[in-house]
């Protein structure tokens, strides 16, 4: 029968061990996470080392790892240079949603229930221990120490119960109901139903990162994108994101002002798709309005032209 001891362990804060717990991983990246803290803080070591398919051990097979660590390591949450692979403490930095259903007033309330029930028990132990009546050693003497011990089991803890994190995660649940996107992933996953992010547009991405730029402007250019029906295109995005930048616009709205304000206003009732096709039918007559007027043009300088070569001719 299975029986182990406390004597090996993992050594991982309650902090962060909670962060991973309320974030919203999939069971794949959980399963990669387990085993790069096994691996790292549970053999002593800030870091792991790990080949793409020693993740098979914890269920997560070469045509998904790929993916899995990319998004990640795009999340920032791992840290990963060749082989070695540092998970990024600072969680507040991890840019992954935060499970709708935490709550953490409720994670307090059973947190300091479980902190009272194992002191309740301790102290018990103790009183018994002190009070035991075949003790003469107690009867004969004149300390009160039940009196001392006993109340901390009315309240314990509840000062744990009282301290409010730094962050709230009732305001990040009313953000997320104010915001449907809280990640660039989120809003790329959603605009152009892909789940794998290309390299040049997460270079792109993470330019505008260290320049500053907030991930709310970032998730609103990608939302531009697909209402305008645009794949995941990095010309496009650059030049979308740095258009909005020059005249100033951190959203979609602000740039739809914009535009309005000059008098060209989006058609009610279109939409993205219609007006890129008008746009393109537009174009194709334009230019063969200009063709043609190039024709004419020709032929009206032949005309000019022919009476001035007859006459080099025959002169």
């Given at each position: 029968?299975?029986?182990?001891?406390?004597?090996q362990?993992t050594?991982l804060?309650?902090?962060?061990?909670?962060?991973?717990?309320?974030t919203?991983?999939?069971?794949?990246?959980?399963?990669?996470l387990?085993?790069?803290m096994?691996?790292?803080?549970?053999?002593?070591?800030?870091f792991?080392i790990?080949?793409?398919?020693d993740?098979?051990?914890?269920?997560v097979l070469?045509?998904h790892i790929?993916k899995?660590?990319?998004?990640?390591?795009?999340?920032?949450?791992?840290?990963?240079e060749?082989?070695?692979?540092?998970?990024?403490?600072?969680?507040?930095?991890?840019?992954?949603?935060?499970?709708?259903?935490?709550n953490?007033?409720k994670?307090?309330?059973?947190?300091?229930?479980n902190l009272?029930q194992?002191?309740?028990e301790?102290?018990?132990?103790v009183?018994?221990?002190?009070?035991?009546?075949?003790?003469?050693s107690?009867?004969?003497?004149?300390?009160?120490?039940?009196?001392?011990?006993t109340p901390i089991?009315?309240?314990?803890?509840?000062?744990v119960?009282s301290e409010v994190?730094?962050?709230?995660?009732?305001?990040?649940?009313e953000?997320e109901e104010?915001?449907?996107?809280r990640?660039?992933?989120d809003?790329?996953?959603?605009?152009?139903?892909?789940?794998?992010?290309?390299?040049?547009?997460?270079?792109?991405i993470?330019?505008?990162?260290?320049?500053?730029?907030?991930?709310?402007?970032?998730?609103?250019?990608?939302?531009?994108?697909g209402?305008?029906?645009?794949g995941?295109d990095v010309?496009?995005?650059?030049?979308?994101?740095?258009?909005?930048l020059?005249k100033?616009?951190?959203?979609?709205a602000?740039?739809r002002?914009r535009?309005?304000?000059?008098?060209?206003p989006?058609?009610?009732?279109s939409?993205p798709?219609r007006?890129?096709?008008?746009?393109?039918n537009?174009?194709a007559?334009?230019?063969i309005r200009?063709?043609e007027?190039r024709e004419?043009?020709?032929d009206?300088q032949?005309?000019?032209?022919?009476p001035?070569?007859?006459?080099?001719?025959?002169l």
């Amino acid at each position: 029968m299975a029986n182990p001891q406390p004597d090996q362990f993992t050594k991982l804060s309650n902090e962060l061990y909670e962060a991973i717990m309320k974030t919203d991983f999939s069971k794949r990246q959980r399963n990669i996470l387990d085993l790069i803290m096994r691996l790292s803080y549970g053999c002593r070591k800030k870091f792991a080392i790990l080949r793409p398919s020693d993740f098979e051990v914890v269920g997560v097979l070469r045509g998904h790892i790929k993916k899995e660590l990319e998004y990640l390591q795009m999340a920032n949450v791992l840290h990963i240079e060749g082989e070695v692979y540092t998970l990024n403490k600072d969680y507040d930095s991890w840019r992954v949603s935060i499970t709708k259903t935490f709550n953490d007033e409720k994670y307090q309330k059973i947190l300091s229930r479980n902190l009272a029930q194992n002191v309740t028990e301790t102290v018990t132990k103790v009183t018994e221990m002190v009070t035991d009546p075949e003790d003469e050693s107690y009867q004969n003497s004149n300390t009160p120490v039940t009196k001392t011990v006993t109340p901390i089991a009315d309240e314990p803890y509840s000062h744990v119960a009282s301290e409010v994190p730094k962050e709230s995660i009732k305001d990040i649940q009313e953000e997320e109901e104010e915001e449907a996107f809280r990640t660039s992933l989120d809003a790329y996953q959603y605009s152009f139903k892909k789940f794998h992010m290309t390299g040049h547009i997460q270079g792109y991405i993470r330019s505008l990162y260290n320049r500053g730029v907030s991930e709310k402007f970032v998730i609103e250019v990608i939302l531009e994108m697909g209402e305008r029906g645009i794949g995941p295109d990095v010309n496009y995005m650059r030049k979308l994101a740095e258009d909005w930048l020059e005249k100033g616009c951190l959203t979609r709205a602000e740039a739809r002002r914009r535009r309005e304000a000059k008098g060209v206003p989006r058609a009610i009732g279109s939409t993205p798709q219609r007006n890129r096709q008008e746009q393109r039918n537009e174009d194709a007559a334009r230019k063969i309005r200009e063709a043609e007027e190039r024709e004419r043009e020709r032929d009206s300088q032949a005309v000019h032209a022919y009476p001035e070569r007859v006459q080099q001719l025959y002169l």
